[in-house]
């Protein structure tokens, strides 16, 4: 465990007078912890968003600051409500402490302060907080690994199938709309015995550079297994669906990677598929997403391919998109056959 260095930690101290931290203010900075002063509501605000404080130490007397509302807001925001808050009270009186715990408080100070009471429980909610922290950092990273490709840096399959599952369930509830791309690059096995297994992981994640550039911060990319990859979009019909997935096999077609004075040009097939109420689960969408993607190879590779039901078809003949395997590729002199 890390050791207690005063001089990794702020604290910002609000107080409209300074008069009631004058007798710890020198052995605070003689310890080296880094001070910052707010004298009123607006100025704390802004300290705690521009310099994330690891400590708040409010004087509950101070009329410019209303030291419970402060608490309220600090607790409902996910970004501050771990900032320990401290208040300095001349009030005993057990309803009025009770009152400031529910309000995110997590300790309080009598006046007149003593100082070892004081630095004792300065240091007491530092270290707490950073135990927090660094549990957080780990969880993280812990959470990371479980649900990250550990080549592509995408969502692994088990991520993937998670974010599925909300959105078939959040698309039933709501009758919300979603679609699924499947995303295959054409031929990689050639590119392996031609190039060998390390130029292919870097196509692997050149492409996912690309695919993931073309996608919204709401959807869900990640690598399924070996070179095929899963793109959920939520609240997108198939039009919006096939027309992101034409942006994303345009891009990587036209793209090139060069390797030891070679140029590797890839391309990708893809199969949409989208919901439809009379899904029962999210694995009927993506066994169509994989028809869509096979009948896409078949046809030549490097290709697009819608995957509609066909009663669904049979009632939209005239509309796009609402025809089983719409398709789209690009000329076939553009077409890649690495």
Same mark, same amino acid.
């Given at each position: 465990?890390?050791?207690?260095?005063?001089?990794?930690?702020?604290?910002?101290?609000?107080?409209?007078?300074?008069?009631?931290?004058?007798?710890?203010?020198?052995?605070? &900075?003689k310890m080296g912890y880094e001070i910052a002063f707010a004298h009123n509501e607006r100025q704390m605000l802004e300290a705690v968003e521009k310099k994330q404080p690891d400590l708040i130490w409010i004087d509950l007397a101070n009329q410019k600051v209303d030291g419970l509302k402060i608490g309220r807001i600090l607790n409902n925001n996910p &970004?501050?409500?771990?900032?320990?808050?401290?208040?300095?009270?001349?009030?005993?009186?057990?309803?009025?402490?009770?009152?400031?715990?529910?309000?995110?408080?997590?300790?309080?100070?009598?006046?007149?302060?003593?100082?070892?009471?004081?630095?004792?429980?300065?240091?007491?909610?530092?270290?707490?907080?950073?135990?927090?922290?660094?549990?957080?950092?780990?969880?993280?990273?812990? &959470?990371?690994?479980?649900?990250?490709?550990?080549?592509?840096?995408?969502?692994?399959?088990?991520?993937?199938?998670?974010?599925?599952?909300?959105?078939?369930?959040?698309?039933?509830? /709501?009758?919300?709309?979603?679609?699924?791309?499947?995303?295959?690059?054409?031929?990689?096995?050639?590119?392996?015995?031609t190039y060998g297994h390390d130029i292919g992981d870097r196509v692997l994640i050149y492409m996912t550079q690309i695919v993931t550039k073309s996608l919204r911060k709401a959807d869900c990319f990640g690598r399924f297994g070996g070179e095929e990859f899963l793109a959920f979009l939520p609240q997108t019909l198939e039009d919006r669906a096939f027309?992101?997935?034409?942006?994303?096999?345009?891009?990587?077609?036209?793209?090139?990677?060069?390797?030891?004075?070679?140029?590797?040009?890839?391309?990708?097939?893809?199969?949409?598929?989208? /919901? /439809?109420?009379?899904?029962?689960?999210?694995?009927?969408?993506?066994?169509?997403?994989?028809?869509?993607? /096979?009948?896409?190879?078949?046809?030549?590779?490097?290709?697009?391919?819608?995957?509609?039901?066909?009663?669904?078809?049979?009632?939209?003949?005239?509309?796009?998109?609402?025809?089983?395997?719409?398709?789209?590729?690009?000329?076939?002199?553009?077409?890649?056959?690495?």
């Amino acid at each position: 465990m890390k050791g207690f260095n005063p001089e990794d930690f702020q604290i910002l101290i609000v107080d409209g007078t300074n008069n009631n931290f004058q007798s710890i203010l020198p052995m605070l &900075e003689k310890m080296g912890y880094e001070i910052a002063f707010a004298h009123n509501e607006r100025q704390m605000l802004e300290a705690v968003e521009k310099k994330q404080p690891d400590l708040i130490w409010i004087d509950l007397a101070n009329q410019k600051v209303d030291g419970l509302k402060i608490g309220r807001i600090l607790n409902n925001n996910p &970004e501050h409500c771990q900032i320990p808050l401290i208040f300095l009270t001349a009030n005993r009186e057990q309803e009025a402490l009770i009152e400031t715990f529910d309000r995110g408080i997590v300790d309080s100070l009598n006046k007149p302060l003593e100082e070892l009471e004081a630095l004792t429980c300065i240091k007491t909610h530092l270290k707490l907080k950073r135990n927090r922290d660094e549990m957080q950092k780990a969880y993280t990273e812990l &959470e990371k690994l479980v649900n990250t490709d550990p080549l592509t840096e995408v969502a692994n399959r088990r991520a993937l199938l998670l974010f599925g599952e909300r959105e078939f369930e959040r698309a039933r509830r /709501y009758r919300q709309s979603f679609s699924v791309l499947t995303i295959d690059i054409d031929r990689f096995k050639q590119i392996n015995d031609t190039y060998g297994h390390d130029i292919g992981d870097r196509v692997l994640i050149y492409m996912t550079q690309i695919v993931t550039k073309s996608l919204r911060k709401a959807d869900c990319f990640g690598r399924f297994g070996g070179e095929e990859f899963l793109a959920f979009l939520p609240q997108t019909l198939e039009d919006r669906a096939f027309q992101v997935a034409e942006r994303i096999r345009n891009r990587i077609a036209k793209a090139s990677l060069k390797v030891e004075e070679k140029i590797v040009t890839i391309t990708v097939s893809i199969g949409i598929a989208s /919901y /439809y109420p009379d899904d029962d689960s999210l694995d009927t969408i993506l066994k169509r997403a994989d028809l869509a993607l /096979y009948e896409a190879k078949e046809r030549g590779r490097n290709q697009t391919i819608a995957n509609i039901p066909v009663e669904r078809s049979q009632l939209n003949l005239n509309e796009p998109l609402r025809i089983k395997g719409r398709s789209s590729s690009l000329p076939q002199n553009q077409q890649n056959n690495s």
